[in-house]
């Protein structure tokens, strides 16, 4: 993944000037920074960024300079990237699931976070990590609601058992915290709602009180023209819950937002190999690339369709079939995406808000691949 050095005033102006025949990833730091600053002051708790969803090393660098001070890893590569770039952050190793010598790496550098789900892991945890000043944070589950896809479905313990393992935290001596991810993509704050009502259960059943309590991810990001993320409502919305669901004496808060933080940020842009017959678009980018995710979370309809000189294309919008460049049939967006009309091969169809699950997800398949991220003052097309 190449990186121009050059900082962009816009997309267009990159696209005019360059030509790319690979697909290009447009990152604006103001964009990361101003989202960062708005979780940081609107959320009422401490702020840590999942690393899974986008690890590029700028990204982290930006979020550090604009004050997130925690990170969500999920492995030995993530903790070794944060601890190389961020070496006073906190590192929540919050992937409920680790294999012996992952867990011996993360002591070693110092992590004092784990989230656990089981009887079997946490007890595993129990032998290999020490009890003083660590945390093991219980992650727990509900049927999902209002999610573009369920989280549920590989990690949480149900209620019953979270409030059983919450107590054996305690017992074993460590510091006893509840976590939960209420799905992907939660346009809806009462997603958050019944969570935080149901960790209030499991204290009381445990007869344990958790020191924090981590509303995991979730935050939606802008996929829909005229459908801002209600940020703000969420925000006011979890503080209004965790005082009332816990009698005015609340746990510590924490959320670990990926896309919600980093989304918005980055827009992408796929050159047009050619449309078939007047019908079919084929792209340079898809599915096996910096569009792996679009399948499974839903089309983000922010589009634009410009021509090899930088303007827009006006044509009156037409549903295609879009499809990746490699020989696999799977390689397609879903649905039929409303394009301009006019589009023409050696266009560039650029997509807003590519940020999460891009550029982390993008693979080699069929020897495509080939991204480079450019660096611009706004990513306003």
Not at 59 to 87: H, M
Not at 172 to 193: E, K, N, V, Y
Not at 271 to 287: C, E, I, P, Q, W
Not at 363 to 375: I, L, M
Request: aromatic content about 8%; some cysteine.
């Amino acid at each position: 993944m190449g990186l121009s050095k050059t900082i962009w005033t816009n997309p267009s102006e990159f696209l005019r000037s360059q030509q790319p025949d690979n697909p290009v990833m447009f990152f604006a730091p103001s964009v990361l920074q101003a989202t960062a600053r708005r979780f940081i002051d609107g959320f009422p708790g401490m702020v840590t960024y999942a690393v899974k969803s986008n690890p590029d090393e700028m990204v982290i660098q930006n979020l550090v300079a604009a004050g997130v001070k925690g990170f969500d890893v999920a492995s030995p590569a993530e903790i070794a990237l944060i601890r190389r770039l961020a070496p006073g952050a906190a590192m929540h190793y919050n992937n409920p699931v680790r294999a012996r010598h992952e867990i011996a790496y993360a002591v070693t550098e110092g992590v004092v976070s784990y989230s656990v789900d089981s009887r079997s892991e946490l007890e595993k945890l129990i032998e290999l990590v020490p009890a003083e000043n660590t945390e093991i944070t219980v992650r727990f589950k509900l049927p999902v609601q209002g999610a573009a896809y369920n989280f549920g479905a590989k990690f949480g313990a149900t209620v019953d058992l979270a409030a059983e393992l919450l107590a054996r935290v305690k017992e074993a001596g460590f510091i006893t915290s509840l976590t939960f991810h209420p799905g992907t993509q939660c346009t809806d704050p009462m997603a958050w709602d019944s969570y935080v009502r149901a960790a209030a259960e499991i204290c009381r059943l445990s007869g344990v009180k958790a020191r924090r309590l981590n509303v995991g991810g979730g935050f939606p990001s802008h996929r829909q023209p005229g459908e801002l993320p209600q940020l703000d409502a969420i925000f006011a919305l979890i503080g209004r819950v965790a005082d009332e669901a816990f009698a005015g004496a609340p746990p510590a808060l924490v959320c670990e937002p990926g896309r919600g933080l980093v989304a918005e940020s980055f827009v992408s842009a796929a050159r047009v190999k050619g449309v078939r017959d007047g019908s079919h678009v084929f792209l340079n980018d898809g599915t096996y690339g910096c569009m792996d995710e679009l399948p499974l979370t839903g089309m983000i309809n922010r589009i634009h369709v410009l021509a090899p000189d930088g303007r827009k294309r006006e044509g009156a919008p037409e549903p295609r079939i879009v499809f990746g460049p490699t020989c696999d049939s799977v390689d397609r967006l879903p649905g039929e995406i409303a394009l301009a009309g006019d589009i023409a091969e050696g266009d560039y169809v650029v997509i807003e808000g590519m940020g999460a699950y891009s550029t982390a997800t993008n693979t080699p398949f069929n020897g495509f691949g080939a991204v480079t991220v450019a660096t611009v003052m706004s990513p306003a097309v």
